[in-house]
């Protein structure tokens, strides 16, 4: 079989059976793999009303059909299910080396379904499948249940897990492999801890072929030289990490800074810097199965109140910390972060959360005797130690657990979350990059910035140079973003492959591994189809319409480049909706639907 | 004006930001700092040619892409913030 294996796992968790099917070999064409696949089989099996954390929800591992074949930066995978955070289709991506070894062991992905009336986690050595007794690891951060599993199962596994805040239910925990790569977003932990299933240990031995290996080494020596030729790819990534980021969205006017009330520009944001991280805190740089970009930083606050060490922050992370609740201090902020890692949770998500209590508390909707303490912007011992507060679901921590909007909800000012679909926007103030504005509110998982990255042509100028503050152009390009980074997703390989190669170099992999002559046209169409199922689940689960926060609309920038702006969505959305196909409502018409074979769907 | 230089460009000019007397333009900025710190600033700045700004120099005008504006014959005048990256990433 070339590029897969050929075989799913489904676990019963409440039945204990294991069995093996054959892959779904018309899906895997059409839906390619990872990120569509696993939505293919989700929304074929799972009713889209379902309760997110039930047991009648099912929880995918995916790979794709270039994860651990060599194809540059080839080593990721895809974690599906139903999201509590938002009650959108749920689909968080990690690489690390978690699933080649999948693979490898024999099996291209695994359903669980219903729950365990006891912790277990799944044991996979090539053929030998278990569900094995998790009493010992429960409560266990992610770093201890994978240095136990690791010493119970042997040297040469891989685990991914979850840490307490996926046991508790918090609606932002994500599941982690290697240790600190993250499934991170939407709350794929709190699904996992659910079914009381604690972890996947995995071994394999075994290897996967490819269809053309002459052709396909070609093209995989081909995109390798251009990754590296290219100065992200090649060098960038590696010096600085994404954190380099913090610097240009500012100076551009786009870097939100408290809770976004504030405005695009922080005036200490470079203290908290790739720059400043590579001056202070960097070990060294590392990075994920068969990738030469390296982008993950070790890194360590050697003494201070904030002493400690880990991987990262990302540029995602250090600014939620950051500039986004005031925190210029960058120990501060990768303490934080490494907590994060630790519990297992998305930082993304609770950074904004924290930043959200911050001004709730500011304005005195908060009480301080529900915090505990005088909670204001600014504080760098406030992020960590209401951080620690949710990993340990203690006090104010359980409120915090809830995500911003139901948080914000509670206390009567749900407009003060900066969420879309109830899931926090990263870094990037739409108002100064009207591109992202769109993106955040037409995503399929909420706000988010990898299902598109419209910044990559509005502030970094790749691949080609658009102006951040218009609004025209951006709904063409945007659907060719959120089509194409399906796509990716959905091969199995890391979307920072996109500085440096593009639609053709992936799909010439693509190709060879599967052994298929589509055109790159009707390769890049399974994004737009995998795009499309996504958005029926949406529509089926009730998700509520494309917007954005009060905010982004009706307070415009105080300064900086883009002052006097705000998201120019009405602009944008209608154009948006007709390019898709979809009616002005965004339901996709009964023509697109036939176009992409999906008529069934509907 | 004032003159920021981020990430690669930090290290190779040894400066964070200073102010200078404004130029006339862009391309006069670049030509001078091209002198001032020699062969490893003007590669990246300049396309191989010499004769446009590179693909790895992102330049911004008081936080607005110079390729937004006019290019290399953006005027600088007195009270201008401009800062100077290297192509970079993340997210
Ligand atoms: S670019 Fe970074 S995140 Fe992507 S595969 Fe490489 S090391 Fe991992």
Same mark, same amino acid.
């Given at each position: ?76 995978? *895809? ?10 289709? #749920?689909?968080?991506?990690? #690489? ?78 994500g599941v982690l492999n290697d240790k600190h790569r993250a499934a991170g977003r939407g709350g794929m932990g709190a699904v996992m801890g659910s079914k009381k299933l604690k972890a996947v ?67 200490? @944001? ?45 540029? *995602? ?5 950051? @500039? ?27 950074? @904004? ?9 500011? $304005? ?76 955040? @509110? ?18 970094? #100028? ?109 602009? $944008?959305?209608?154009?948006?909706? *007709? ?15 036939? *176009? ?7 | ?14 400066? $964070? ?75």
């Open positions: 079989m070339n590029a897969w294996v050929g075989v799913i796992l489904r676990v019963d968790l409440a039945a204990k059976t294991i069995e093996r099917e054959p892959l779904n070999m018309k899906d895997a064409h059409d839906f390619v793999g990872a990120r569509g696949l696993a939505t293919k089989y989700f929304c074929d099996e799972v009713d889209p009303n379902v309760e997110p954390l039930s047991p009648q929800n099912k929880l995918i591992y995916m790979t794709g059909p270039l994860t651990g074949t060599g194809a540059a930066s080839g080593g990721r995978f *895809e974690v599906v299910a139903k999201a509590p955070l938002t009650g959108t289709i #749920g689909a968080a991506n990690a #690489g690390g080396y978690f699933g080649p070894e999948l693979k490898y062991a024999g099996y291209d992905g695994i359903i669980f379904e219903n729950a365990s009336d006891k912790p277990v986690y799944l044991y996979i050595n090539d053929d030998v499948v278990e569900l094995r007794d998790a009493w010992g690891l429960w409560g266990k951060s992610v770093y201890e249940t994978t240095d136990l599993l690791i010493a119970e199962c042997g040297e040469s596994f891989k685990v991914s897990c979850i840490g307490p805040t996926g046991e508790n239910g918090c609606l932002f925990s240990a995995v071994r394999g031995t075994g290897s996967v072929n490819v269809a053309r290996p002459v052709e396909f080494m070609d093209a995989l020596v081909d995109a390798r030289q251009k990754l590296k030729e290219h100065p992200v790819g090649g060098t960038g990534l590696a010096v600085f990490g994404t954190q380099v980021l913090v610097n240009i969205i500012n100076e551009s006017g786009a870097l939100p800074t408290h809770n976004w009330r504030d405005g695009g520009y922080f005036p200490e @944001a470079d203290a908290t810097g790739g720059e400043s991280l590579a001056d202070n805190y960097l070990v060294k740089n590392k990075g994920c199965f068969g990738c030469s970009i390296d982008c993950a930083r070790v890194t360590r606050v050697p003494d201070g109140p904030f002493k400690s060490e880990g991987e990262g922050p990302e540029y *995602e992370a250090g600014w939620s910390y950051g @500039a986004n609740c005031g925190v210029s201090d960058l120990a501060a902020i990768c303490k934080a972060s490494f907590l994060c890692n630790e519990y297992g949770m998305d930082p993304i998500t609770l950074g @904004a959360t924290i930043a959200c209590a911050m001004e709730l508390s500011e $304005m005195g909707a908060i009480p301080e005797s529900d915090v505990g303490f005088k909670l204001r912007f600014g504080d760098p011992h406030a992020i960590v130690n209401l951080t620690e507060m949710v990993g340990k679901n203690e006090g104010f921590g359980k409120t915090l657990a809830l995500g911003s909007y139901r948080m914000a909800e509670m206390y009567g000012h749900p407009e003060l979350s900066m969420s879309v679909k109830k899931q926090e926007m990263p870094a990037y103030d739409g108002r100064a990059v009207q591109g992202m504005a769109l993106e955040y @509110a037409t995503s399929n998982r909420g706000g988010c910035h990898v299902r598109g990255y419209m910044t990559s042509p509005e502030i970094l #100028g790749v691949p080609i140079k658009v102006d951040p503050l218009v609004t025209e152009g951006k709904a063409s390009l945007l659907k060719l973003f959120q089509d194409l980074t399906a796509l990716i997703d959905s091969l199995g390989v890391c979307l920072f492959t996109t500085f440096g190669l593009g639609l053709p170099e992936l799909a010439a992999q693509y190709k060879h591994a599967v052994g298929t002559d589509e055109t790159d046209e009707e390769i890049l169409l399974k994004g737009e189809r995998i795009w499309n199922i996504e958005k029926h689940f949406n529509i089926a689960a009730g998700v509520e319409k494309d917007t954005l926060p009060p905010r982004l609309l009706r307070e415009a920038l105080p300064s900086g480049p883009a002052a006097g702006k705000v998201a120019e969505l009405h602009a $944008m959305l209608g154009e948006y909706y *007709e390019l898709r196909g979809w009616d002005a409502d965004g339901v996709p018409t009964d023509l697109k639907n036939k *176009e992409l074979g999906l008529a069934n769907e509907a | 004006m004032k003159l920021k230089f981020f990430a690669t460009y930090r290290t190779i000019a040894n400066c $964070m930001e200073r102010e200078i007397s404004a130029p006339g333009d862009v391309w006069s900025l670049l030509q001078a700092l091209a002198e001032e710190y020699g062969a490893q600033m003007r590669a990246k700045l300049f396309t191989p040619d010499g004769g446009d700004i590179g693909m790895d120099a992102i330049i911004l005008v008081n936080g607005m892409n110079v390729a937004h504006l006019k290019g290399k014959s953006t005027e600088l005048s007195e009270g201008d913030t401009v800062a100077i990256f290297p192509m970079v990433a993340g997210g």
